[in-house]
């Protein structure tokens, strides 16, 4: 049982002001207990946390860049965790679904996500934005909270 994470995932799980961040550690550790390897992670995700993370708007307590870059190499480079890749194929599937559900350049990186995520074969996310992903129709959707 393999879970694309999304960036609010990360979120949740390395800042303790997150919503959610007890229960979305206790999750991690339930899984782990089961699990070799239950997390996919696409590199985007990595980039939009360093972004999240180290924005004093969105937290009392941000990360430093260097902390959220370090934070960031540790989940690419675990063994829990499936490194997952945009490809030829995710790349036409971000580009058919952005016409064919109507988004705006709002959504291109949640739609990229969720292509690269189900082209690799991935059905389940863990995510705080059921909306932005529960349009596609392809996956299911779990949140921590």
Do not use: C
């Amino acid at each position: 049982m393999l879970y694309g994470i999304d960036t609010t995932f990360l979120v949740q799980l390395e800042i303790l002001e997150a919503p959610g961040h007890a229960a979305a550690t206790r999750w991690l550790d339930t899984m782990l207990s089961r699990h070799d390897q239950p997390l996919a992670l696409a590199p985007q995700v990595l980039t939009e946390f360093i972004h999240a993370t180290t924005d004093p708007k969105r937290f009392v307590r941000p990360l430093t860049i260097e902390q959220a870059v370090e934070r960031a190499q540790h989940w690419w480079e675990s063994l829990e965790v499936r490194p997952t890749y945009p490809t030829l194929d995710s790349t036409r599937l971000t580009l058919s679904w952005m016409r064919q559900h109507r988004l705006g350049r709002k959504r291109l990186l949640d739609t990229q996500l969720a292509a690269t995520y189900y082209a690799a074969g991935i059905g389940r996310l863990l995510t705080l934005n059921v909306a932005d992903f529960s349009v596609f129709g392809v996956f299911q959707i779990e949140t921590i909270d």
